[in-house]
């Protein structure tokens, strides 16, 4: 039988709109995952975002707090303040560090996170190199002159004649006691200071080192030891270059 042009151009014509519509459903596949897919990871960002900022999944549950000895883990803790519940993320860890290193015990404090819900706090406390008599007690002062702590007696520590309240003088003393090695410390008895300029030391035997100011200590205490040893009671490193006896 004979296929008249007519047919045969309507046969290509369901073909010809077959392809087409196959190929407009192609593309608005196409059109819809470049659209779902954007989307979707700009949903699981928004997610993590509350998740992490918002939500109380991670929240601050917990404070770990170590390098305590003096201080308790309570009185840390307090001045801490930390925000129980808040997110962990947006704790702000420095400014609870700056709290903690106010304490007037601490010398350093470091705070973190450790997820997924705890701030760690670490502090280094403050150690005393001599003591200043305040009475009845002592104040127990570091390397850089802070006194931190009141004590019932020196212990083995050096006492210091100095004014409490003249920090910078207490910071001097503080250098030099810090340059003296350990069995030169255990030989002074008390260190005397009206001024920066006239630190002194009275050892335990009755002999005087006259140390002048805190400059060079360190040169001044390697001075010091083999100088002790030659006959004297008196002894003046404050030029140490030239150092004298008497």
């Not at 991670?58 to 009185?75: C, P, W």
């Not at 701030?119 to 850089?144: N, Q």
């Not at 003296?180 to 001024?195: F, T, Y």
Request: overall charge positive; hydrophobic content about 45%; cysteine-free.
């Amino acid at each position: 039988m004979a296929i008249s042009p007519a047919e045969v151009r309507t046969d290509g014509d369901a073909e010809e709109t077959v392809l087409l519509d196959w190929r407009r459903r192609r593309n608005r596949r196409r059109l819809v995952l470049r659209l779902a897919i954007p989307l979707l990871l700009l949903a699981l960002v928004a997610a993590g975002i509350y998740l992490v900022g918002f939500s109380s999944v991670l929240a601050v549950r917990s404070v770990r707090i170590t390098g305590e000895k003096y201080l308790t883990q309570e009185q840390v803790a307090q001045v801490a303040a930390v925000p129980y519940g808040a997110p962990l993320a947006r704790t702000d860890v420095r400014a609870i560090q700056q709290r903690v290193a106010d304490i007037r015990q601490v010398e350093t404090a470091e705070v973190g996170r450790s997820w997924p819900n705890t701030i760690t706090i670490a502090v280094v406390e403050r150690k005393a190199v001599y003591a200043v008599d305040e009475g009845s007690s002592v104040l127990l002062v570091d390397r850089f002159g802070v006194g931190f702590r009141s004590a019932p007696s020196a212990g083995s520590l050096p006492k210091a004649k100095v004014p409490a309240g003249n920090r910078q003088l207490l910071k001097a003393v503080g250098i030099v006691v810090a340059a003296l090695p350990h069995s030169l410390q255990q030989k002074v008895d008390r260190i005397e200071a009206n001024s920066r300029d006239s630190i002194t030391l009275r050892l335990a035997d009755g002999d005087v080192v006259f140390w002048g100011s805190e400059e060079q200590s360190a040169l001044k205490a390697t001075v010091l030891v083999p100088l002790l040893k030659e006959h004297g009671s008196r002894y003046d490193v404050s030029a140490p270059g030239n150092p004298a006896i008497r």
